[in-house]
């Protein structure tokens, strides 16, 4: 099967937008830099991962993007609830683990998927996960993802929101891994307003998170806020090892275990039954794990 001319694009549009955020995320470090590993997939294709570490801003960033083809498996095509055959699946994935619990983490994937029996779709979505409370800086991240998607197909980043709420919940935990974002799957691979969409939110990427940075970064923090830092990595990774549909499907499609966990942080903390201070800024951060409507409230 030949890949499409729409696959193409998205592949070519992945290359540049990973040269971009990394030289974005890069402004950051005065020293480190992104180090790259290129895989090639024994069944078709490869990726190219990209990973900074001890920084003095970023404890690990991962910018990766795959592009891979080749025949699908009984278990993955019932995942997708398509016929077995030929498949070829490219996107971008990203995860930022900064240093300072003033700065947030935040993931960011797009893709694209065809079949050889003509199915075609793509998918996306950006959160955020602070650890103190800037609600400022909540506000500002998903007004830049409203002009983002709405400047595309109208009203479509409320929907896309509130599907995002209900992604991201620890659903164990009865609350979301952050402050939320967009998230979309299964939008139509021919409609041209579907490709434009996903451009947009790629694109959108440094204009949501950058300023959070630069504002953040140097800002003094106490133990306290590390702990709790800490613990909130751990819920993350909860939810990627126990929910998250990009985590599966690299397992079951035989992807690369390196560039799948990439997403998962540093450093750690389990606590048994672990309660803010009553008044401190880890009790009313937890307040904010909930939907909540950060563009009118």
Request: glycine share 10%.
């Amino acid at each position: 099967m030949e890949l499409s001319p729409t696959f193409r694009e998205m592949e070519a549009f992945i290359r540049r937008l990973q040269d971009q955020i990394c030289n974005g995320l890069e402004a950051f470090e005065p020293i480190q830099r992104f180090q790259q590993d290129i895989w090639e997939r024994e069944q078709g294709g490869g990726g190219w991962t990209r990973i900074l570490t001890g920084g003095k801003t970023f404890g690990k960033a991962g910018v990766n993007i795959s592009s891979i083809h080749g025949e699908m498996t009984k278990e993955l095509a019932s995942q997708l609830q398509v016929e077995e055959g030929f498949f070829g699946a490219c996107g971008l994935s990203l995860v930022i683990h900064p240093n300072s619990p003033k700065v947030p983490t935040i993931h960011m994937n797009i893709r694209y998927f065809e079949t050889n029996e003509g199915r075609s779709w793509f998918g996306g979505g950006t959160d955020l996960t602070p650890y103190y409370p800037y609600p400022k800086d909540f506000k500002e991240f998903h007004q830049t993802l409203q002009r983002a998607c709405n400047s595309v197909i109208p009203s479509c980043y409320e929907q896309y929101k509130e599907t995002c709420d209900q992604y991201f919940t620890i659903r164990h935990r009865a609350e979301m891994r952050g402050v939320g974002g967009i998230f979309f799957d299964y939008l139509t691979g021919t409609e041209v307003k579907h490709a434009d969409l996903v451009r947009a939110v790629g694109e959108s990427f440094l204009p949501a998170y950058a300023p959070i940075v630069e504002r953040r970064k140097d800002e003094h923090f106490e133990e306290v806020d590390t702990i709790f830092q800490k613990i909130r990595r751990g819920r993350y990774v909860e939810f990627n090892l126990i929910y998250d549909r990009g985590t599966l499907f690299g397992l079951r499609s035989g992807g690369r275990i390196e560039s799948i966990f990439m997403s998962l942080p540093p450093e750690v903390e389990f606590h048994y039954n672990w309660q803010p201070e009553s008044g401190s800024a880890q009790e009313e951060m937890l307040s904010y794990y909930q939907p909540y409507d950060w563009i009118n409230g």
